[in-house]
């Protein structure tokens, strides 16, 4: 029976030209009224797939952009597992699941998401006891990136932090974004742009941050230090062994990838010696300047899948895996593309985001499918967006966007400004981003209490309602989520509404305006700008 499956199923994907190789494959017939989750969390709004979806994906030298799992689960307690990259496909009323190179593990585990979830957590991806710096969930976080773009200075990085102090916002997190450095390699301030960044750095702390630096694993190509890399090894090789320009020091061709900032080398992290180099960089500015943590930036697969030779023949997910490990040796960090990292002490931000409505209506999904993948430390990108070409034009900014992207965020795990609300709102806006900031402070002891509990339990921080209430007919719901299982938080996110519906499970409730509520029922409130809705459970 196995071996007829696994035929349709070749047949049915044979349109597909990649993987024509194929170890194991897993046809899954979706129940009425069952939906799933899991794969990828830049992918998250298009889920809970149900068997009316259709979408497919290839996970194999791929992470699109975000954090990526080789899992699905879904409401019905079954879920489908893999230790390596899987390609998956909904398709009329069926999930088609294969791997070249890994066992499909799956079944059935209780009778509900949270029951399945548990049980995989526990088996795949057991949390080790450890948080990130706890900072990260306590205060906001501030980034440079928006305001500075590539254009990071020591005068400019000291004003922003002024100007955080000066207009009332609490200090945390200060990260430091792209073009710090002298060179992408050379993980030295760039002596144009910094006359004293110890100095710097020491100013920053008297003020109250902890200072984190943007860094990646790239290399200019044009380098000293490249140069050097490429003669020891610790750089990817080109596979075809032909290339345009040969250094004469060096005994090996190095392989030269575009990545949004040009083309470079990139170091070989599955050869332990550049896994040294690296970490002695990255504590040489811990040590010397002062550096609390690191923004690890790009590694993403589809970086390191054509054409390279590496010290180890992983898969190009397990480059991605090399690059999340060196954030374990500091609790200050914070990633973007990731794979099987979950249950780590591990910050996992959301793919940046347009400083447009679509965009903010992404995040609440695609942050619950992290947690549904088991990324419990999330970060839900910016405020108001993390993509630097949509603030370019200062007419294009939405006041009203920046407003209702700061409520988003307030109850997440974490919030992130970056480009300055003093700058771009009127007083009236502004104010209401400084009591976001400090609503996210005034809950922040909680939130690492639920962080503490996820290290132990691996229990989401943030969670889709259907994880708290199972089988209460709530899994389609994307614009809610619940801060542990005891607040729901029905942020706005359609630009001039001032009314919204909000589903409320059985029980007492306490609103953010101190009305006692009962639960069971779905209702309607008035949302004016100023207002964050959220409930906090009284009793059963």
């Excluded at 496909?89 to 070249?100: A, E, L, N, P, R």
């Excluded at 002596?191 to 710097?200: A, E, I, L, Q, T």
């Excluded at 390279?308 to 960090?333: C, M, Q, R, V």
């Excluded at 992130?416 to 007083?427: G, I, K, N």
């Amino acid at each position: 029976m196995k071996v007829g499956i696994q035929l349709l199923a070749l047949l049915l994907l044979s349109s597909q030209p990649i993987n024509k190789e194929v170890d194991d494959v897993v046809i899954i017939d979706i129940e009425q009224g069952e939906y799933w989750w899991g794969g990828l969390s830049s992918r998250g709004h298009e889920t809970p797939y149900d068997e009316s979806s259709t979408a497919s994906y290839n996970l194999l030298g791929d992470n699109y952009g975000n954090q990526a799992q080789p899992l699905l689960l879904s409401n019905k307690g079954r879920y489908l597992w893999c230790e390596e990259p899987i390609e998956y496909q909904f398709q009329d009323g069926q999930i088609i699941v294969k791997s070249k190179t890994g066992e499909i593990i799956h079944g059935k585990k209780g009778e509900n998401l949270r029951d399945v979830y548990s049980y995989v957590s526990d088996r795949f991806f057991p949390s080790n006891g450890e948080i990130p710096d706890e900072l990260l969930f306590t205060n906001p976080q501030y980034n440079t990136w928006i305001e500075l773009m590539y254009d990071q200075n020591e005068k400019d990085i000291l004003q922003y932090a002024k100007d955080i102090i000066n207009n009332g916002y609490p200090p945390g997190v200060l990260m430091i974004d792209d073009n710090w450095q002298a060179d992408y390699g050379e993980w030295e301030f760039s002596p144009n742009r910094f006359s004293d960044p110890k100095g710097m750095i020491e100013q920053l702390h008297e003020m109250g941050f902890r200072v984190m630096l943007w860094i990646c694993p790239f290399v200019s190509a044009d380098s000293e230090v490249f140069r050097y890399l490429a003669a020891e090894g610790m750089v990817l090789q080109d596979k075809n062994r032909v290339k345009d320009i040969k250094w004469k020091n060096t005994k090996n061709e190095a392989a030269i990838i575009r990545w949004w900032n040009g083309a470079s080398g990139c170091l070989d992290l599955s050869n332990p010696k550049t896994q040294d180099w690296f970490k002695e960089r990255l504590d040489y500015l811990v040590n010397e300047f002062g550096v609390d943590g690191f923004k690890f930036d790009a590694g993403d697969a589809d970086f390191y899948s054509k054409d390279i030779i590496s010290y180890n023949t992983d898969s190009p997910n397990d480059h991605t895996s090399y690059f999340a490990k060196l954030g374990l040796e500091y609790p200050l960090n914070e990633y973007r593309a990731s794979w099987k990292m979950a249950g780590l002490p591990l910050v996992q931000r959301l793919r940046d985001k347009k400083h447009k409505w679509e965009d903010l209506q992404k995040l609440i999904p695609d942050l619950m499918s992290q947690s549904v993948m088991g990324y419990a430390y999330t970060c839900p990108d910016m405020i108001g967006g993390g993509e630097f070409r949509s603030f370019l034009d200062a007419s294009s900014i939405d006041e009203e966007l920046i407003v209702r992207s700061a409520q988003v965020h307030a109850l997440m795990p974490m919030m992130q400004f970056s480009v300055a609300p003093w700058r771009v709102l009127s007083e009236e806006n502004q104010a209401i981003c400084l009591i976001m900031a400090n609503l996210h402070k005034e809950m922040g002891p909680m939130i690492v209490d639920l962080a503490k509990n996820a290290s132990i339990t691996g229990e989401p921080i943030v969670k889709p309602m259907e994880m708290s209430f199972p089988n209460s007919g709530y899994e389609t719901i994307k614009d809610q989520f619940m801060l542990g299982d005891d607040i729901l938080v029905a942020p706005v996110i359609e630009k001039g509404a001032r009314v919204r519906s909000v589903v409320l499970p059985k029980g007492k409730w306490k609103s953010d305006q101190g009305q006692i509520i009962k639960g069971g029922q779905t209702f309607e409130i008035d949302v004016p700008l100023e207002r964050l809705p959220y409930f906090s459970k009284i009793s059963n």
